[in-house]
Nanobody, 127 residues
Framework: QVQLLESGGGSAQAGGSLRLSCAAS??????????MGWFRQAPGTERQGVAYISDSTYKEYVDSVKGRFTISLDNAKNTLYLEMNSLKPEDTAMYYC???????????????????WGQGTQVTVSS
């Protein structure tokens, strides 16, 4: 059984930083061919991809977070991170981590069709 558990959300001022974590059980982040990602969803909007990492090294970001957010892995801890800097009010959303076999993602990144999801952690950025 795969479980993804996010932590690290909270409130920040615009320009501030937060780091999200996603600890996994039942799914190995270090296995070749596995993809891990971060998504977010603001009220009244669709869930959208923020960043993903595959095979521990390949990374992609949505344009709105490039240069501000960094996705990374700690394989020893089987934990995924999202370092968020220079936060903006428009980054306010519920953030979810997701995992899947890269080959099994219907429609591919950044569509939110991944198999495994965490429960989400709220990020609120005030101006």
């Amino acid at each position: 059984q795969v479980q993804l558990l996010e932590s690290g959300g909270g409130s920040a001022q615009a320009g501030g930083s937060l780091r999200l974590s996603c600890a996994a059980s039942g799914f190995s982040y270090s296995t070749w061919g596995n993809c891990m990602g971060w998504f977010r969803q603001a009220p009244g909007t669709e869930r959208q991809g923020v960043a993903y990492i595959s095979d521990s090294t390949y990374k992609e970001y949505v344009d709105s977070v490039k240069g501000r957010f960094t996705i990374s892995l700690d394989n020893a801890k089987n934990t995924l991170y999202l370092e968020m800097n220079s936060l903006k009010p428009e980054d306010t959303a519920m953030y979810y981590c997701a995992a899947d076999r890269c080959s099994g993602i219907v429609g591919g990144w950044p569509r939110p069709t991944w198999t495994y999801w965490g429960q989400g952690t709220q990020v609120t950025v005030s101006s």
